[in-house]
């Protein structure tokens, strides 16, 4: 059996930039597109070589919006990925979208060229809460496109959504997402909102001109959403995302489970035999090293040894509801896993954080609240 990898491919191109967001994406460098596919089609086909004893389980084309872009151009580097790679016939191959950026025509091509799994940035149902975090597009945009995405024959979509937004209510939250489990897609992820510095929001909040919520009523929307999209039929697989039986995200699984993946674009991070590097973050830098330097576009690299590994492989695995396997960290590793982080378990276990069950560690229900802390006692 071949070992297997993910990729992803980064598309940092967005028609606006979001208040709350501080991914590597850009919304006045248009002109740049034609040139920064050209880079990233040199950067695939680069690295087909070193990946050639893989074959590739899945694909995320992520952002920024992809949806944002001509269809022509996710084409190419679908293809490539086709040509140069060992692309598994059952492959995930999932994209981002924005409402009101995508299109019929959109819709189709990526029928064509085989991405099977959508991704739909919702974020609330609200209009005004959409337009205070600078969506954007309107509620209506979303039920065209999920509409239409149903139509053209799309039976794999997620919905983002956010909680603990400025001046969002309970019955706001409730609203969203009575809303979006009445559309039916087979997979919700529900994020709380983090004001991350470099952004919109940060300089908001630091004017005073917006608030966080508390930390109560945060944890009142996780619970309710918790608790409404179990009763609907949407396992809670992760710390945030649900889905319908079978169609949880195997690309996000494979970061998860600290499995391989190679990351293509500007800023992409890529973990493969064991290390850890990202690719420049500048556009410009990124175009510019495709054409002056043949394609060096690694600015970070670091080993990981195998003490970060162990501490990697329980911090990613602890997110998952189901935890980590006892097992698989002894076939992985060669040792127990309590002979190594023994003493962290038993006091997370003792604080009623962690419990042992059917040979795995996972989160208890209050151990999701306090994840980060959990998370904590792993960091050397």
């Not at 080993?303 to 970060?308: K, L, S, V």
Request: with cysteine.
């Amino acid at each position: 059996m071949k070992k297997s990898i993910g990729i992803y491919i980064h598309i940092p191109f967005c028609i606006s930039k979001c208040y709350y967001c501080d991914f590597n994406s850009s919304s006045n460098k248009s002109s740049l597109v034609e040139a920064y596919f050209d880079a990233l089609k040199k950067e695939i086909i680069l690295n087909s070589e070193r990946a050639g004893q893989y074959e590739v389980k899945t694909v995320f084309i992520g952002g920024g919006t992809p949806s944002s872009v001509d269809s022509r151009y996710i084409e190419d580097v679908l293809e490539l990925c086709r040509k140069h790679y060992n692309l598994r016939s059952d492959a995930e191959v999932s994209i981002e979208s924005n409402p009101g950026t995508l299109s019929e025509i959109k819709l189709k091509a990526y029928k064509y060229i085989g991405i099977n799994r959508l991704s739909i940035g919702l974020q609330a149902w609200q209009n005004k809460l959409l337009k205070s975090i600078g969506r954007i597009h309107c509620v209506e945009d979303f039920t065209n496109n999920f509409k239409l995405a149903r139509e053209i024959g799309f039976d794999n979509i997620n919905v983002d959504v956010i909680f603990s937004l400025p001046d969002q209510t309970l019955d706001d939250w409730n609203e969203t997402l009575n809303n979006i489990i009445s559309q039916g897609p087979e997979h919700i992820s529900s994020y709380s909102l983090k004001i991350e510095e470099n952004t919109v929001f940060w300089e908001k909040y630091n004017n005073g001109d917006i608030k966080e919520i508390d930390d109560q009523l945060d944890r009142e929307m996780y619970y309710i959403a918790k608790r409404k999209l179990s009763q609907y039929g949407y396992n809670m697989y992760e710390i945030s995302n649900f889905s319908k039986e079978g169609f949880e995200c195997k690309h996000n699984l494979i970061y998860w489970n600290a499995e391989n993946y190679l990351g293509f674009g500007a800023g992409a991070h890529s973990y493969f035999n064991k290390k850890r590097y990202n690719n420049v973050y500048s556009i410009e830098d990124y175009v510019e090293n495709y054409i002056k330097n043949e394609g060096k576009y690694v600015e970070g690299e670091a080993f990981i040894d195998e003490a970060e590994s162990m501490s990697e492989f329980v911090i990613l695995g602890m997110r998952l509801t189901q935890g980590i396997s006892i097992l698989d960290f002894k076939e992985r590793y060669g040792i127990e896993i309590m002979d190594r982080f023994g003493e962290q378990f038993n006091k997370l276990i003792a604080r009623g954080l962690v419990e042992y069950k059917d040979k795995r560690l996972m989160l208890t229900e209050t151990g999701l609240d306090y994840a980060n802390q959990v998370f904590m006692e792993f960091i050397d």
